[in-house]
């Protein structure tokens, strides 16, 4: 076996990295990845350089892939180290470029090492992308190698001691075999299925027509709208408007069987919009934008039609993204994300691992906190 870096996932054919993508996870998918890639929503001038580690067998055939960057900042990734980045710099050296294995601008957790689980050699082919990743930090003289949002599979198999582990903290909402939301909200305390109740019914009182729409149903003129949406959304949040429109017409070419688009209209047109990826047993909510200003639409369109959609579809959990302690009093509990991260300085390193065994300590109060004393959901 050898590993290697490309620069582009287009020296990999799609058949070759979608046959790893065991899980069928929509963000480790060639045609996702690529995507952000084609559009220049992904590049070495958004400071995403990507430099994916491969692994071939003695036949040439790719047996191992992950994707990774080179990145040359620390903005969206969703979990923070700007503060490291502060810290190393000030005491005289040079935090980028690192790496980092991550899916750009989406805080969800997924696969970062994609090997075939048949295969009698994975557990070879896994060490040899971690050790690809220290190379590639030793070699290059670079601070750090980061992946982010790993699965709990993942944050158990990587035992070398090198390796500094994480903890984060998100709100997921999870499917517990409803019929439909009205017996989702009777599982709810009173005061939480009342101010749901509420804000949905000041939804209506708008002239507001709401649709879920996927597949062949999407087209160019939507996206455009989408589009409109979320870069009015960025301007208001002082945020970067990361995504291209080519990319929502890429993905709605390659992948518009695994897009949920619910979008608001309002005298027959298009005002608002939430983008959801459709996995196997969980939706994705990404993206979402508006151009009218109407109280709880946000809520409705991200949370309340995308637990419906869950609910009628039997997905079992619904990820809203990162952040958002509002999620819960609509339903959303708290869970534990996880990252690791490989730093060379070897003091630093020690700093660091010092600083994520505090910050676990707090977040798993937190998550104990939360989930008990501020569950929304009645004990009766």
């Known amino acids: 076996m050898k590993a290697e870096l490309v620069s582009s996932l287009a020296e990999v054919g799609k058949s070759e990295w979608d046959s790893l993508n065991a899980s069928e996870h929509p963000f480790t998918s060639y045609d996702f990845l690529n995507s952000l890639e084609i559009s220049n929503s992904v590049s070495s001038k ?161 002239n507001l027509v709401i649709q879920k729409v996927t597949g062949n149903d999407l087209n160019d003129k939507i996206w455009d709208s989408f589009y409109d949406f979320y870069l009015n959304t960025i301007d208001k949040k002082w945020g970067g408007a990361y995504l291209t429109k080519n990319f929502f017409y890429l993905i709605n070419k390659t992948m518009k069987n695994n897009i949920l688009l619910i979008i608001a209209k309002q005298d027959n047109k298009i005002v608002a919009g939430a983008l959801n990826f459709i996995s196997k047993n969980t939706l994705y909510g990404r993206n979402w934008g508006s151009i009218v200003d109407i109280p709880f639409l946000h809520f409705e369109l991200c949370y309340y039609q995308a637990i419906e959609y869950a609910i009628e579809h039997n997905i079992k959990t619904v990820e809203a993204g990162a952040q958002g302690h509002h999620k819960i009093q609509r339903g959303y509990v708290a869970e534990l994300t996880y990252s690791s991260h490989f730093i060379q300085n070897e003091s630093f390193a020690k700093a660091v691992r010092n600083f994520v065994q505090l910050e676990a300590m707090e977040i798993d109060k937190q998550i104990e906190l939360i989930n008990q004393q501020g569950s929304p959901y009645s004990n009766i």
């Open 46 to 206: 958004t400071g995403w350089n990507p430099q994916h580690i491969i692994v071939k067998n003695e036949k040439g055939n790719i047996i191992g892939v992950s994707p990774n960057y080179l990145k040359m900042h620390s903005y969206g990734e969703y979990i923070f180290d700007h503060a490291w980045a502060n810290a190393f710099e000030n005491a005289g050296g040079q935090y980028y470029p690192k790496a980092l294995s991550a899916i750009p601008f989406t805080p969800a957790t997924g696969p970062r090492v994609l090997i075939n689980p048949n295969n009698p050699d994975k557990d070879k082919i896994f060490e040899l992308i971690i050790n690809m990743f220290e190379m590639i930090v030793q070699n290059n003289n670079l601070s750090s190698a980061h992946l982010n949002f790993i699965t709990d599979n993942l944050n158990k198999k990587l035992k070398n001691e090198k390796w500094i582990k994480r903890k984060g903290l998100q709100f997921h909402w999870h499917n517990k075999d409803y019929n439909s939301f009205d017996d989702f909200l009777s599982k709810l305390k009173s005061s939480k299925r009342k101010a749901i109740k509420k804000e949905r019914k000041t939804i209506l009182n708008n």
